[in-house]
């Protein structure tokens, strides 16, 4: 039978100085193949390698908010401070009707600028939550420039500038990143 013989241990092709790891403290020492030159244990840099596929080094993490995050930001916070000032200068004059048809319009946009202060220490789902909100009211501002709104573009670039803000990598690694608990 084949059991009664045990299979031999270890692997017979192995090198153990070639499997053992460079630079670790059983590992043979290598001669030096170029005499008069200092020989280096460890393994070779590439510096393609990053974002966490090189050796020894972890995921690179933005410590800073990106640019385009705080591009993101300040756009949200215009919109969302001009939308108020019309919504108020249009009930000021008595039309309370318009300024609630301004303020339904408007919704989506004003939720993604309450959002974009919790941008420094949001995750990932603030930012999925913005781009689908600016994905609606982009679809708002269409709609109002259909219907002869001449409002309705500085909304609609302001989404659309937002979206593409917010699909970007660097954006995505922000909101991605790991927090420490405190």
């Known amino acids: 039978m084949s059991n009664q013989n045990p299979p031999p241990q270890g692997n017979p092709y192995a090198n153990p100085q070639a499997d053992a790891p460079q630079g670790h403290p059983q590992a043979a020492p290598q001669a030096n193949p170029q005499a ?8 070779a840099q590439d510096p393609t390698h990053v974002y966490g596929y090189g050796y ?9 908010m990106p ?7 300040i756009i949200l916070w215009v919109l969302g401070g001009l939308v108020l000032i019309g919504v108020i200068g249009i ?11 301004a303020t339904g319009v408007n919704v ?9 202060f919790a941008f420094k220490t949001a995750g990932n789902g603030v930012r999925v939550t913005c781009i689908v ?14 219907s002869g709104n001449p409002g309705g573009i500085l909304g609609l670039a302001g989404s659309v500038s937002t979206v593409i803000l917010l699909s970007q990598g660097a954006a995505g690694a922000w909101f991605k990143r790991p927090r420490t608990l405190n």
């Open 36 to 43: 008069g030159l200092p020989s280096y244990g460890g393994p």
């Open 133 to 146: 909100l600016m994905s609606v009211q982009i679809a708002f501002g269409l709609g109002g420039l259909a």
């Open 67 to 73: 640019g385009v995050v705080r591009a993101t930001q």
């Open 56 to 64: 020894g080094y972890g995921r690179m993490v933005p410590t800073t």
């Open 108 to 116: 989506f946009l004003l939720v993604a600028c309450g959002f974009s």
């Open 91 to 101: 009930a000021a004059t008595g039309d309370p009707v318009t300024a609630g048809a």
